[in-house]
T-cell receptor, first 111, second 112 residues
């Protein structure tokens, strides 16, 4: 059974204080690992897809990396508008297109 | 603008009543999904459809039903058999072939 574990559950940062969110996974044949951002009461917003170990993707202050067992979402010099819940999901080969999600990391960035 | 539209945003129903949640997409995606989100839990897959007139049960299909008569539409019915229907429901769509899924803005269902 595919599993995704995210840590920490919650993270409080000062503006400008860089940090990383972790996503550990077990999946039979990774087809893709996805990061989403979710604001309260809204649907998840797609951020990145990573397909193979060693791959990295960047968008503004966010950088996602992938190993064979985990992914990290690095946040550099965060701003209050980066406050949200960040979700990680995996897609297994042979499982159609369905995603298995972790429970998310709730990030709050304070002034 | 291309996207996924879920309606209504908020829905209130009495216990024992069936209710249907709407999901429409104009992204020309073949695959569509329904997820349920509860506090402290990850999104859980209810049903998914990879092509018109075909759909499969996800991890928590009991008490739910779907149809896929048109490529653009994938309505979800929450039946009276669903024991804990109060939740945030999310619809998503994707192209075939292992690409990212795009989500609607969700429907918050409250059953009293």
């Amino acid at each position: 059974e595919d599993q995704v574990t995210q840590s920490p559950e919650a993270l409080r940062l000062q503006e400008g204080e860089s940090s990383s969110l972790n996503c550990s996974y077990t999946v039979s044949g990774l087809r893709g690992l996805f990061w989403y951002r979710q604001d309260p009461g809204k649907g998840p917003e797609f951020l990145f897809t990573l397909y193979s170990a060693g791959e990295e993707k960047e968008k503004e202050r966010l950088k996602a990396t992938l190993t064979k067992k985990e992914s990290f979402l690095h946040i550099t010099a965060p701003k209050p508008e980066d406050s949200a819940t960040y979700l990680c999901a995996v897609q297994a080969g042979g499982g159609g297109n369905k995603l298995t999600f972790g429970t998310g990391t709730q990030l709050k960035v304070e002034l | 603008d291309g996207g996924i539209t879920q309606s209504p945003k908020y829905l209130f129903r009495k216990e024992g009543q069936n209710v249907t949640l709407s999901c429409e997409q104009n992204l020309n995606h073949d695959a569509m999904y329904w997820y349920r989100q509860d506090p402290g839990q990850g999104l859980r897959l209810i049903y998914y459809s990879q092509i018109v007139n075909d759909f499969q049960k996800g991890d928590i299909a009991e008490g739910y039903s779907v149809s896929r008569e048109k490529k653009e539409s994938f309505p979800l019915t929450v039946t009276s058999a669903q024991k804990n229907p109060t939740a945030f429901y999310l619809c998503a769509s994707s192209e075939q072939g292992g690409t990212e899924a795009f989500f609607g803005q969700g429907t918050r269902l409250t059953v009293v």
